[in-house]
């Protein structure tokens, strides 16, 4: 039996294109392991340049369904990749979408030279000079993180010219400097010092924090650890 042809899209453009193309494949008509056409036959059948099939399937790869390998084609996966996706949050938005008011402290600022440890995480040389800043940030009057943060004064030398009094540096980083790549780590620690006195934890108690380091274009821009309040909770969809 002959099967009819594929429907191409009403519209060509790139939208429309990836739409159908995911269509083809989430309704099973190209099921797993199926060998999508060529860049050309499909431009030729939706009617639209090569470059727009190009970012499609781009697109579509990207979100897990096909695998492009050079030479030997487009191939619809076996089994979806899927990969879970996190956003930097502002963590006075963060708090503000609960309903909650919030407000900031800054606990401590200092220069000082990198520790071996963030020389090798922020891949740093021996004589970097690091701002280090120590915040808390508060709902409803409650501590809700504590933030302890290192910037890289060769890559933002005017950081060491902020007070950061009134506003975190998480805000003013997002302002000034974009970034090119994140690392993001998740630990149960046992509680220091610092979460003793400013969280409300017993000494030694399971700690959830979340360390981050971002680039810009292979240069080390900021390390921050951040530490949560008991029965603090992260979601994540993908």
Same mark, same amino acid.
């Given at each position: 039996?002959? *099967?009819?042809?594929? =429907?191409?899209? !009403?519209?060509t453009?790139?939208?429309?294109?990836?739409?159908?193309?995911?269509?083809?494949?989430?309704? @099973? =008509?190209?099921? /797993?392991?199926?060998?999508?056409?060529?860049?050309?036959?499909?431009? !030729? !059948?939706?009617?639209?340049? +090569?470059?727009?099939? $190009?970012?499609?399937?781009?697109?579509?790869?990207?979100?897990?369904?096909?695998?492009?390998?050079?030479?030997? @084609?487009?191939?619809? *996966? %076996?089994?979806?990749?899927?990969?879970?996706?996190? +956003?930097?949050?502002?963590?006075?938005?963060?708090?503000?979408?609960?309903?909650?008011?919030y407000?900031?402290?800054? #606990?401590?600022?200092?220069?000082?030279?990198?520790?071996? *440890?963030?020389? @090798?995480?922020?891949? #740093? /040389?021996?004589?970097?000079?690091?701002?280090?800043?120590?915040?808390?940030?508060?709902?409803?009057?409650?501590?809700?993180?504590?933030?302890?943060?290192?910037?890289?004064?060769?890559?933002?030398?005017?950081?060491?010219?902020q007070?950061?009094?009134d506003?975190? /540096? $998480? !805000?003013?980083?997002?302002?000034?400097?974009?970034y090119?790549?994140?690392?993001?780590?998740f630990?149960?620690?046992?509680?220091?010092?610092?979460?003793?006195?400013?969280?409300?934890?017993?000494?030694? %108690? /399971?700690?959830?924090?979340?360390?981050?380091?971002?680039? #810009? +274009? @292979?240069r080390?821009?900021?390390?921050?650890?951040?530490?949560?309040?008991?029965?603090?909770?992260?979601?994540? *969809?993908?």
């Open positions: 039996m002959t *099967r009819p042809p594929e =429907r191409p899209p !009403e519209r453009g790139f939208r429309a294109v990836k739409s159908e193309i995911r269509d083809r494949i989430e309704s @099973g =008509r190209w099921g /797993p392991g199926t060998l999508l056409p060529g860049e050309v036959e499909l431009a !030729e !059948e939706f009617g639209c340049a +090569r470059a727009t099939v $190009n970012r499609a399937l781009r697109e579509i790869a990207e979100a897990g369904l096909v695998e492009r390998r050079r030479r030997a @084609g487009t191939r619809v *996966r %076996a089994a979806p990749l899927r990969e879970a996706r996190f +956003r930097i949050p502002l963590v006075r938005a963060e708090i503000e979408a609960t309903g909650a008011r407000r900031y402290a800054l #606990l401590d600022r200092a220069v000082t030279p990198a520790s071996d *440890r963030l020389r @090798g995480r922020m891949e #740093l /040389p021996e004589d970097a000079r690091l701002l280090r800043l120590t915040c808390l940030h508060f709902a409803d009057g409650l501590p809700y993180q504590l933030e302890q943060r290192w910037i890289s004064l060769a890559a933002l030398p005017q950081a060491e010219t007070d950061f009094a506003s975190g /540096p $998480n !805000e003013w980083l997002v302002a000034t400097v974009p090119t790549e994140v690392e993001i780590a630990e149960a620690a046992a509680a220091g010092p610092e979460a003793v006195a400013h969280l409300g934890f017993a000494p030694g %108690a /399971p700690v959830f924090a979340i360390e981050r380091t971002t680039w #810009l +274009r @292979g080390a821009v900021t390390h921050a650890r951040l530490s949560h309040r008991p029965g603090h909770r992260m979601t994540t *969809r993908y």
